[in-house]
C-alpha cells in the first residue's frame, strides 16, 4: 500500500521507504523528454508507475537539465492543466517539481499536496509562503547556481558540510515563511552542479544530512554520473546504475527515491529492506 504523507514526512524515525515517479510532461527532458509529452500518455504514464508502487507522482513542466533554458509560469500551468488534475483524480499523492509560485498555487488547487522546488525557495520569494499558508509539503533542493550554467565549473571545498549548512539555512527560511520544519524534506540535489566525485561524496554523507532530522530524498535516476561511473552513455541504459545508487543512499539513511524506473527501485527496496529486516531480527534473537 502507498505510504501517506504523514508517512512519509515521518519516514526517516520509522525507516520507511518512499518511492516517487517521474513524469516530466516536457519536449525536452534529458531521459524521457517527449515521451509523455501528450495528456493521455501522461496520466497513462502515471498509473503505470502507481501500479508499480510509486507513493508519490512529481510532475514537472519544466526540464533542468545542465543548459536548459526557462519555461515561463503560463506554459507551465498549460502543459500541467491537461495532466495534473487527472493524475491527482486516480488518487495519487501528487508533487509539483516547480521553482514558481503560481505554479505551484495551481497545481494545489488541483490537489497536490507537496511543492518540490530545486531552487529551495530561491528563486521565486513567494513560493514558501504560498506552501506554508497552503499546508503543503516542501522539497528543498540543493543547487549550485542555476540550470543553465551549474556544471561550468562546480567547485566546493567541503561538499557535504557545504550542502549540509544550505539546506539548515533553507529549512530556516522555509520555517519563516510558514512552512514548519515537519513538512519539509531535504535533498541533496545530484547532478545540480557537482562533478563526479561531489554526487558520490554527498551520497556516501547522507549520514550527514540526515542529521538535520529530516527525510532525505535523493534523485540520481538515470544521471550522467551513472553514465560516467558505467560507460553507458544511453539515459536508458543506467538502469541498474540508478538501483544500485538508490540502495546505498538508502543504506545511509536516505528514505525518499525520486526515479524514472519505479518498478525496479520498488523490488530492489523490498528485498533489501528484507535481508535488514532478517539481520536485525538474528541480531536481537
Ligand atoms: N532531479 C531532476 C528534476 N527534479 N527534484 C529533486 N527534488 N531532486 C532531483 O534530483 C531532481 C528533481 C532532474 O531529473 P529529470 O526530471 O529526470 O530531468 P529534467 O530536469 O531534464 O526534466
Not at 19 to 29: A, F
Amino acid at each position: 500500500m502507498a505510504l501517506s504523507l504523514d508517512d512519509i514526512l515521518g519516514s526517516h524515525r520509522t525507516g520507511r521507504t518512499a518511492v516517487m515517479g517521474v513524469l516530466n510532461v516536457t519536449p525536452d527532458s534529458f531521459s524521457d523528454g517527449g515521451r509523455f509529452f501528450g495528456p493521455e500518455l501522461a496520466v497513462e504514464q502515471a498509473r503505470r508507475m502507481i501500479a508499480q508502487g510509486a507513493d508519490i507522482i512529481d510532475i514537472g513542466a519544466e526540464s533542468t537539465r545542465p543548459g536548459s533554458s526557462r519555461v515561463s509560469a503560463d506554459e507551465q500551468i498549460a502543459r500541467l492543466r491537461p495532466v495534473l488534475p487527472a493524475v491527482t483524480a486516480e488518487g495519487a499523492l501528487v508533487s509539483i517539481d516547480t521553482t514558481l509560485a503560481p505554479v505551484a498555487e495551481f497545481a494545489l488547487d488541483a490537489g497536490a499536496r507537496i511543492v518540490n522546488d530545486v531552487s529551495a525557495g530561491r528563486d521565486d520569494p513567494d513560493l514558501l509562503a504560498v506552501a506554508g499558508r497552503r499546508g503543503a509539503a516542501v522539497v528543498l533542493m540543493h543547487m549550485l547556481g542555476q540550470p543553465k550554467t551549474m556544471q561550468a565549473d562546480p567547485c566546493y571545498a567541503d561538499v557535504v558540510a557545504e550542502v549540509r549548512d544550505f539546506l539548515s539555512r533553507r529549512l530556516e527560511a522555509a520555517a519563516a515563511a510558514g512552512v514548519a520544519r515537519g513538512r519539509c524534506i531535504v535533498d541533496p540535489g545530484i547532478g545540480f552542479g557537482k562533478r563526479l566525485e561531489h554526487n558520490l561524496a554527498l551520497l556516501a554523507g547522507i549520514p550527514v544530512l540526515a542529521a538535520l532530522d529530516r527525510p532525505v530524498l535523493v534523485g540520481p535516476s538515470r544521471k550522467r554520473f551513472l553514465g560516467e561511473l558505467t560507460g553507458k552513455a544511453a539515459p536508458a541504459d543506467r538502469v541498474a546504475g540508478t538501483v544500485a545508487a538508490c540502495l546505498e543512499a538508502w543504506r545511509r539513511g536516505a528514505t525518499i527515491f525520486r526515479v524514472l524506473d519505479v518498478a525496479d527501485v520498488v523490488d530492489a527496496l523490498t528485498v533489501a529492506r528484507a535481508i535488514k529486516n532478517a539481520a536485525d531480527k538474528s541480531l536481537s534473537g
